[in-house]
Structure formats: C-alpha cells, structure tokens
C-alpha cells in the first residue's frame, strides 16, 4: 500500500501550513486510491466461483418425536419409524401401539454441507414433516443420519426444532394456522461426519466460472490474471470459463486463490432487457436498454351504461296498474392525450419521462412496451414473467 507523508509543523516551527502542499497531498491520496479501486469494478469473487468449490446437499429420513398430540395419529409408516427406533435399544413395542402415536411424525431432514466442511463441525438443517402432521412445534428430532448423492453417509441429525409457524384448533372444527408450523430448523444441528473431496490442489488447471455468461467479462477477468501474474497465466475458454495455471499443492493453491478473488475487474455491461411482471405491474428497465426513433400515442376509451328505473303510477279512477319503466343511459367517453416524439437512440431517462409525461400506468406502459417491441422500435429483449 503506498504511504505518502503529509507536511506537518515540527514542534519548534511556526505554525504556518503551505495550503499548496496540503492539496497536492490530498490529491496523491485520492489518485493512489482510485488507482486501486478502477470506477465501476468489481472483485473477481463476486463475479463467480472456482470449479468445484461447492456446496453438497445432504438428505435424511427421520422421526420427530415429543410432540402434543399434533403428529402422524396412526399412519403405518409412522408406525414402522417407530418400532425401528425402538428396536435399536432392543425394545420391541406391542401391537397396539398405534392409538397413542400422535406425539411422532416422520420427517424430511435436508441441509447443505459447505465446501471444505471438516468431520466435528456443524450445520444448520431444515425439518419438514412428511405425513399428516400438524405442528413439529415443541418435537425433538431423534438421531437420522444423512445421505449425499452417492448414498454415503456425510452427516449426523439431532436436537430440538425450533418452529416459526403455529396451529389451534378448536372442537367445532374451526382451526387458525399462522406461517408454516409442519416446517422447522434445528441451528448447528447436525455434526459433519465425513469431508468431501474437492480435489483443487491436483487438478492441472484451477476453472473460475462465471456467474452469468459474457465474453467481455471472461477475456477482462482473464487479462486482469495476467496482468498481475503474468503473461499467459490465465485464458478464456469460452464465456463462462477462464483456466488458470497453478503450481501443485493446497498452501500454494490457497494463496494463489486468495489474490485472484481480490482483483478488480471492469465487468460488461449487460444485455438490454426490459422485465415484465403481468401480475403484480412491476417493469424493470435496465441501463441499456435503447429505443429507436418512434411515434406514441396512448389514450383510453370508456364506454358508460348507466340504468336507471322509474315508477310508474296509473291515473285516477283507472284500470292500469302501477309499473317500473326501465331507462338505459349509454355514454362513450374518450381521453385525449397527444402524441409524442421518440427521438432516435434515447437512454432510460428519456423513456421513463416520455411515458411518465402521458400519466400512464403499469399496465399501459406494458402495452407501450409490447407495441414498441413489435414496431421494431425497442432495442431490448422484452421479458413477461
């Protein structure tokens, strides 16, 4: 990091400060930070990660028991959990055991294993119940084991649940549910029982993959390689990929990790996209986005019935009888707005304040999108979720 000596008074001196001198300071302070840090970059760490430095997803099949009274009740399934729990202490329970088992439910039990997770530590895990369970508030988790793809064992399961949803329910049938109450978590409750290998101290070449795919991004993280380690060290292999040369073995892979993950990097600027959320409004223009020369008007049209019925009574001394007259009012009303004028290649803030001047909604901006996307007009891919 560089240092630079500001021009303080000794304490035998006047006390007189050279304003010239102090700015120049300042301004070698504000360069060599700049110079660090390039406008608009990014650190290569956010932009993606190495191959195969990777979180695993573990899964389990357990039984939540201690329950009050809002388990499985007698589902078979629950039954033959229950009696292989039992069976481990070498208790076998009697046939009729099925009419006291709303205290237990069996479970799901997923959690993610971090990369480079070492045997003693622990992880969160997530507890969802698979039957009929009401609530798992106030169960406790008997010890499941859990499985990675493979069918290996990686991690052991077991605590009390913490639950953020509830249930009542009253004799009538009515019943009042907040959240999710047959979901919970168990924080650190599952201990690593077996790591994982990555196999990034042997592999030939270290692999960052982007996050999002883009050829300018790829050849600017791999320039930034080799700008600081030299040329050579680092090539794009397509959009996604960038390969790195890397001397064998963990504590020299590690630091060299470290340094590319801390470099800064000038990132593209993504592709023009307009995104559309039909059912809630919401339109979201990115900063590329661009619009070709175009004519837009938007108006409304509204069309008004009103009806109306009026009591009719017969005259005096008459054989008529009193009646309703119907009477329909038909109306057409039709807002003006005037047209306006795209010119040609206008940015964001030129769309925006052309269809904020016509007062128009999300849903007519929707409809100015579409049309201009079909007149060829909008340079942007147009995206309705």
Not at 97 to 114: D, F, H, I, W
Not at 157 to 183: F, H, K
Not at 205 to 222: G, H, K, M, P, S
Not at 284 to 307: F, Q, Y
Request: charged share 15%; aromatic share 4%.
């Amino acid at each position: 990091m560089t240092s630079i000596a500001l021009p303080f008074p000794s304490a035998g001196r006047p006390r007189r400060v050279n304003r010239a001198c102090w700015w120049l300071a300042l301004i070698a302070i504000l360069v060599a930070i700049l110079a660090g840090h390039p406008a608009g970059a990014d650190r290569i760490k956010d932009l993606g990660t190495f191959q195969g430095i990777r979180s695993n997803q573990l899964t389990g099949y357990g039984i939540v028991v201690g329950l009050p009274g809002t388990g499985d009740d007698n589902l078979e399934y629950t039954m033959q959990s229950v009696k292989a729990v039992a069976s481990r202490f070498g208790l076998q329970l009697p046939p009729n055991v099925s009419q006291g088992l709303k205290n237990a439910a069996v479970v799901m039990v997923t959690a993610e294993l971090p990369a480079f997770a070492k045997p003693g530590q622990r992880i969160d895990i997530t507890v969802a119940s698979l039957g009929k369970a009401k609530s798992l508030r106030g169960g406790a988790l008997v010890l499941t084991p859990l499985l990675g793809a493979d069918g290996q064992i990686y991690a052991m399961a077991q605590g009390n649940l913490a639950v953020g949803g509830l249930g009542a329910e009253g004799r009538d049938g009515s019943q009042i549910v907040v959240n999710v109450p047959s979901t919970g978590r168990i924080p650190e409750g599952a201990t690593v029982e077996r790591a994982v290998a990555t196999g990034f101290d042997q592999t030939p070449y270290l692999t960052f993959n982007l996050a999002r795919a883009d050829f300018t991004t790829a050849q600017n993280v791999a320039a930034a390689i080799n700008s600081r380690l030299g040329g050579g060290s680092a090539e794009a292999k397509d959009a996604v990929s960038i390969a790195v040369k890397a001397p064998v073995g963990a504590d020299v892979r590690a630091t060299l990790m470290s340094t590319i993950e801390n470099l800064s990097v000038v990132t593209a600027e993504p592709p023009a996209k307009v995104i559309v959320n039909a059912r809630t409004g919401t339109v979201v223009i990115n900063s590329a986005v661009r619009v070709g020369p175009a004519a837009v008007t938007h108006g409304k049209l509204t069309v008004r019935i009103d009806e109306n019925q009026r009591v009719r009574q017969p005259g005096p001394f008459s054989q008529g009888q009193t009646a309703l007259e119907q009477k329909s009012n038909v109306s057409v009303d039709e807002e003006r707005r005037p047209m306006f004028l795209l010119a040609p290649g206008p940015k964001l803030a030129d769309v925006v304040k052309a269809v904020n001047a016509i007062g128009a909604s999300p849903a007519d901006l929707v409809a100015i999108l579409e049309a201009l996307k079909e007149a060829g007009a909008l340079k942007a891919e147009l995206i309705v979720l």
